[in-house]
């Protein structure tokens, strides 16, 4: 196996790490414990659930970890193609990051209030719910404020898949479709609240297939220019 098959190998592993720890933490964490506009079913899913909550915690911070190591297996891969792009995704990749971590805290957050540390015998449990609530909803504000980046480090990415000459052009082509859906949820979600639609469900292939192309096909030995 050669370098660049073994690096491609390498971040289609990657990949799959951040797809199926974003996937946990969402589905059994996210949909499966908070339930929007009710803070006492909330509070009661979380607190009958705390390894789970945590436990989501823990995976939000492998898959920005995950992420990272992603971009810059992926600058190593393509960095012969055009450097100055793959310095660009990384750079997104690394804002999108400390966006997610430090916004992490704020899910983490209300677990600390519902725990009920001393300082915090002054509120009542009805308004301790509402405040826990009230770090969740912060949080997925903070969610989609990530997705501009989640959906800008794709565009570079797809350039460097079109240009590269050992990747299908046709990969390129659906990972800008994908940037495009992230970037659509967040002006959707700040702009038009009222809307209950997420884009990224549906435009989240090129994601996977190049993913599974990595994973599975990998790439030629190649020998490309800087530019």
Known sequence: MNTNQRTARIAGFLYLMVAVTAFFTDIYVRKGLI????????????????????????????????????????????????????????SFVLVGSAVTCINSLNQFAALLVLNGADYLNVL????????????????????????????????????????SGFIPRILGILLIVAGWGYVIDFFIFYLFPHLDVTINQYTFWGELFLLLWLLIKGVSDHKGLVT
């Open 124 to 163: 009542g449990t009805a308004q301790l719910q509402a405040l826990a609530m009230l770090f969740l909803d912060l949080n997925k504000h903070g969610i989609f404020i990530a997705d501009i980046f989640f959906g800008l480090w794709l565009f570079p990415l797809a350039y460097l898949v079109i240009k």
């Open 35 to 90: 339930v929007p506009g009710d803070a006492s079913m909330t509070a009661h899913n979380i607190m009958a659930s705390q390894c789970l909550f945590r436990l989501g915690f823990v995976s939000d911070l492998v898959m920005t970890i995950c992420w990272l190591l992603l971009a810059f297996t992926l600058y190593v891969l393509f960095r012969s193609v055009n450097k100055n792009c793959a310095l660009l995704m990384v």
